[in-house]
């Protein structure tokens, strides 16, 4: 167990729909990452938080959108969902914004049909 | 951008036998590179990272080395044993106040009996 927490495990939706995935990072870490995962692919980097603060974007679709909260869990935002969208995210945390390591959760599969 | 290559992208090695995989990456100030492993629907893993101010670091039938001039690094694992069939990601990163992790494209490693 990683420490950090991820909600839904699984979510199916139909396409145009709206969806928010929760992540609680673990316990004292400040930075929140979310990275997109399709279907035997890598890892694609989305966008990273620190306390509270976006700190750094990847390649996150405009659809898309994320937070960071008062109390460090953050939610990423998915609308207009299409049928590409279906994949692995996941979120991850690390003590500060520094090189140091990052905790992955188990993920939320997102199945859109 | 920082541009993180991996290669190869599947591996086939006979149990017992050594696995390398190898990656380069682009930005000369990156300062930090962790190695996760990723088995079939699960987080990704660290099983080990080093920092620039090494040129190795091993642990138990797992190595990584760094040649920070030709800006590359590789994962070293010996004995390879089934437990180590999975997706191996590598990453960079470097300090900075917008610092992200990007991960090489991943190796899928497979251990034959």
């Known amino acids: 167990d990683s420490g950090v927490t991820q909600t839904p495990k699984h979510l199916i939706t139909a396409t145009g729909q709206r969806v928010t995935l929760r992540c609680s990072p673990r316990s004292g870490d400040l930075s929140v990452y979310w990275y997109q995962q399709s279907l035997d692919q890598g890892l694609q980097f989305l966008i990273q938080?620190?306390?509270?603060?976006?700190?750094a974007k990847g390649n996150i679709l405009e659809r898309f959108s994320a937070q960071q909260f008062p109390d460090l869990h953050s939610e990423l935002n998915l609308s207009s969902l299409e049928l590409g969208d279906s994949a692995l995210y996941f979120c991850?945390?690390?003590?500060?914004?520094?090189?140091?390591?990052?905790?992955f959760g188990e993920g939320s599969w997102l199945t859109v049909v | 951008g920082e541009n993180v290559e991996q290669h190869p992208s599947t591996l086939s090695v006979q149990e017992g036998d050594s696995a390398v995989i190898k990656c380069t990456y682009s930005?000369?100030?990156?300062?930090?590179f962790p190695w996760y492993k990723q088995e079939l629907g699960k987080r990704p893993q660290l099983i080990i990272d080093?920092?620039?101010?090494?040129g190795e670091k091993k642990d138990q039938r797992i190595a990584v080395t760094l040649n920070k001039t030709a800006k590359h690094f590789s994962l070293h694992i010996t004995e390879t044993q089934p437990e180590d069939s999975a997706v191996y990601f590598c990453?960079?990163?470097?300090?900075?106040?917008?610092?992200?992790?990007?991960f090489g494209s991943g190796t899928r490693l497979s251990i034959r009996p």
């Open positions: 930005d000369s100030a990156s300062n930090y």
């Open positions: 991850a945390s690390s003590l500060d914004r520094a090189a140091n390591t990052i905790y």
């Open positions: 938080y620190y306390n509270g603060e976006e700190r």
């Open positions: 080093i920092r620039s101010n090494v």
């Open positions: 990453a960079a990163m470097k300090y900075s106040s917008a610092s992200k992790i990007i």
